[in-house]
């Protein structure tokens, strides 16, 4: 079973607004990686934050990690259409061996003009 | 930099039938892997390799093979293709794998297989 969950499925917005996307897991990680995929591509690292991390911000990103809730969240500041894409928690889980980060299914995003 | 490529981009095979995806990449990555993506599914890991002569399985490693002669590339082979691996494919590499910080995924584009 997937070891990341994203919340919501689907997300539209009009631009300049906040979007926050939401991403449960189920066991202890080491990290937790955000990646943007935009239709027909392969998907683009955003940001990484460690275990041990609250909090970490790029440009007009924030991420977000609870770990005593396996929780952790994507906000993205002033959406722009361009945002437009699909976006996916990744995590590298504690058990099974170092080096397999595993996917959520994606909250897609919707900027409208 | 090419970065990550993928070879080819669209594939449909019959039932029984075997072929190889390519993948290469050129930033001398160790670490490369295999993911496939099914709607609502996300992506699953198929098979990766922390270096050359090394692989390990993933979470959905059943009817792939694949190997690592090289740093440069890291070609999946479907043996018998069957209907439920159907799916977009897509290779990623990364400096020494995504467990160690700034060594995040750099993807391929995928080859969208149909197998009928």
């Known amino acids: 079973s997937q070891q990341g969950e994203e919340d919501p499925q689907a997300l539209s917005i009009q631009e300049g607004e906040n979007a926050t996307m939401n991403c449960s897991y189920k066991?202890?990680?080491?990290?937790l990686q955000w990646y943007r995929q935009n239709s027909g591509r392969g998907l683009v690292h955003l940001i990484l934050?460690?275990?041990?991390?609250r909090e970490k911000h790029s440009g007009r990103l924030r991420v977000t990690l609870d770990t005593s809730k396996k929780s952790s969240s994507l906000l993205i500041t002033a959406s722009r259409a361009a945002d437009t894409a699909s976006y996916f928690c990744?995590?590298?889980?504690?058990?099974?061996?170092?080096?397999?980060?595993?996917f959520g299914a994606g909250t897609r995003l919707a900027v409208h003009p | 930099n090419a970065g990550v490529t993928q070879t080819p981009k669209f594939q449909v095979l019959k039932t029984g039938q075997s072929m190889t995806l390519q993948c290469a990449q050129d930033?001398?990555?160790?670490?490369m892997s295999w993911y496939r993506q099914d709607p609502g599914m996300g992506l699953r890991l198929i098979h990766y390799?922390?270096?050359?002569?090394?692989?390990d399985q993933g979470e959905v490693p059943n009817g792939y093979n694949v190997s690592r002669s090289t740093t440069e590339d890291f070609p999946l082979r479907l043996l018998s293709a069957a209907p439920s691996q159907t799916s977009v494919y897509f290779c990623?590499?990364?400096?020494?794998?995504?467990?160690?910080?700034?060594?995040?995924?750099?993807f391929g584009n995928g080859t969208r297989l149909t197998v009928t």
């Open positions: 990623a590499s990364s400096l020494q794998g995504p467990s160690s910080y700034n060594s995040p995924l750099h």
């Open positions: 066991t202890s990680i080491n990290n």
């Open positions: 934050i460690r275990s041990n991390e």
């Open positions: 990744a995590t590298d889980p504690f058990s099974g061996g170092y080096n397999k980060l595993i």
């Open positions: 930033m001398n990555h160790e670490y």
């Open positions: 390799s922390v270096g050359a002569g090394i692989t």
